[in-house]
C-alpha cells in the first residue's frame, strides 16, 4: 500500500470521528460564525441614543431649543425629566440614565443679557469609552443651538457662544479606562476559571472512573454538589480579594465603598458559576469537550457583558442576549459598588438577576446529575 494511500485512509477515518463528536463539529463552525456576527453587528464603540434625564429649570423657548439640539445630536435620548437633584442622583448612581443636563432657572434671562450663563452636563464616566463620543458632539452646540432663536436685537456675534456646557464626569474624572476594565476583570476572572475548573475537574473524575466510585455510595446529588463545589468557593473568594487588593494598590481603583452588595453579588455569582461548571460536567463526555462547553460560554460572555465594549452601543437585539447572560449583571454589581459606593438597594435588579441565575442553574445541574445517575 502506498504512502498517500495510507494518508488518505487516516484522514477519511479523522472526518468520520469528527462527525461523531457533534459538539467538537459544531465549535468548529459555531465559534468562527459567533466570532463574524458579534464583531460585525454588536460591535459598537460609538454608541449613540444615550438615555439621559433632564432638569429644566427654566422652561422657556430657548431652554426647549436647547433640549432640541442636544438631542438632535444623536447621542441623547430623554428618558425623563427629572424634578430635582434628587432624581438625577438617583438615576445616575442606578445606571438607568448615563447624562443628566440641568438648565438653571434664570437661562433664558441671562442669555438676552449676554451674561454667559452655564448648562451643567453630569456624565456616568464610570466607562469612559461609552461617553466620549458624546461629550465631544457637545463641543460645537452652545454656537448652534440658539442660531433660530437669537435674531434680530439679540444677535450675537458669530464668535461668542450665547452660553456654556459645564461637563462634569462623575466617578471618573480623568477619563482613567482602567478604572472601568480593572473592576470588570474580576467577572472575567472568575468565569474563566470557576466554570472550566469544575468543568475539568469532574468529567476528569469520569474519564478516569472515580465517579463511579463514587456514585456507588447513598451520597445525594446536592451532597455531591455541595462538597465538590465548596473548595472552589474558597478559591473564587481568595482570587477576588487578591484582584481588588491589586487593582487599588497598582490602579488605584477607587474602593468607594457599597460592601454589601459586591459582596452579595460575589458570593451568588461564585456559586452559580460553579453549578453552571458542574452543569457542563454532566453534559459533556470528555474534558476537551468541557473545555469546548466553556469557550463557547465565556467568549459571548466577554464580548456581550459590556467588559471590552460599550454594552449600550449594541444594537437592540445583542442587548437582550447580553442581558442574558450573568456577568453582565455581575460587572454592574462590582463596578456600582466600587465606582460609585452604590447599595443592594440600588444594586437590586442585578442582585435578583443573579439569584434566578444561581437557582436556575442549580436546579439544571441537579436535574441532569440525577439523569446521569439513573
Do not use: C
Not at 435674531?151 to 480623568?174: D, K, L, Q, W
Amino acid at each position: 500500500m502506498q504512502a498517500s494511500t495510507r494518508i488518505t485512509a487516516i484522514m477519511i477515518k479523522e472526518f468520520i470521528q469528527l462527525t461523531r463528536d457533534r459538539l467538537t463539529y459544531a465549535m468548529i463552525l459555531g465559534v468562527p460564525i459567533m466570532q463574524l456576527l458579534l464583531f460585525g453587528f454588536a460591535i459598537n464603540t460609538d454608541p449613540r441614543d444615550l438615555p439621559a434625564v433632564l432638569l429644566d429649570l427654566d422652561n422657556s423657548a430657548y431652554s426647549r431649543s436647547v433640549a432640541a439640539a442636544i438631542r438632535n445630536t444623536g447621542y441623547f435620548t430623554f428618558t425623563e425629566e427629572a424634578s430635582g437633584p434628587a432624581d438625577i442622583d438617583e438615576a445616575i448612581e442606578t445606571g438607568t440614565a448615563q447624562f443628566a443636563i440641568t438648565i438653571p432657572a434664570d437661562f433664558s434671562r441671562r442669555v438676552v443679557r449676554d451674561d454667559n450663563p452655564q448648562i451643567l452636563v453630569e456624565a456616568d464616566a464610570s466607562d469612559p469609552t461609552t461617553v466620549g463620543s458624546a461629550l465631544a458632539a457637545l463641543s460645537n452646540l452652545p454656537a448652534q443651538a440658539l442660531a433660530h432663536d437669537l435674531s434680530g436685537p439679540t444677535a450675537r456675534a458669530p464668535a461668542v457662544p450665547p452660553f456654556e456646557m459645564v461637563i462634569h464626569r462623575r466617578y471618573n474624572p480623568e477619563a482613567i479606562t482602567a478604572y472601568n476594565i480593572v473592576p470588570g476583570l474580576l467577572g472575567i476572572v472568575l468565569t474563566m476559571t470557576l466554570v472550566m475548573m469544575t468543568a475539568l475537574a469532574l468529567t476528569r473524575e469520569r474519564e478516569r472512573g472515580t465517579m463511579e466510585t463514587l456514585l456507588s455510595t447513598p451520597v445525594e446529588p446536592i451532597e455531591v454538589m455541595i462538597g465538590k463545589l465548596a473548595p472552589y468557593v474558597g478559591i473564587g473568594a481568595i482570587q477576588t480579594v487578591i484582584i481588588l487588593i491589586l487593582a487599588r494598590l497598582i490602579f488605584g481603583v477607587p474602593l468607594s465603598g457599597g460592601w454589601d452588595a459586591l459582596t452579595l453579588g460575589v458570593l451568588m455569582f461564585i456559586i452559580g458559576s460553579l453549578a453552571l461548571g458542574f452543569l457542563f460536567s454532566t453534559v459533556a463526555k470528555s474534558q476537551l469537550q468541557a473545555m469546548q462547553m466553556s469557550v463557547f460560554y465565556i467568549l459571548p460572555s466577554i464580548l456581550l457583558s459590556g467588559f471590552m465594549f460599550p454594552f449600550r452601543g449594541m444594537p437592540e437585539w445583542a442587548q437582550v442576549l447580553g442581558t442574558a447572560i450573568p456577568v453582565t449583571h455581575f460587572l454592574r454589581v462590582v463596578r456600582g459598588s466600587l465606582l460609585k459606593g452604590v447599595g443592594i438597594a440600588e444594586a437590586w435588579p442585578s442582585l435578583l438577576a443573579l439569584a434566578i441565575f444561581v437557582v436556575v442553574v442549580t436546579a439544571a445541574a441537579m436535574s441532569r446529575y440525577r439523569t446521569t445517575l439513573d
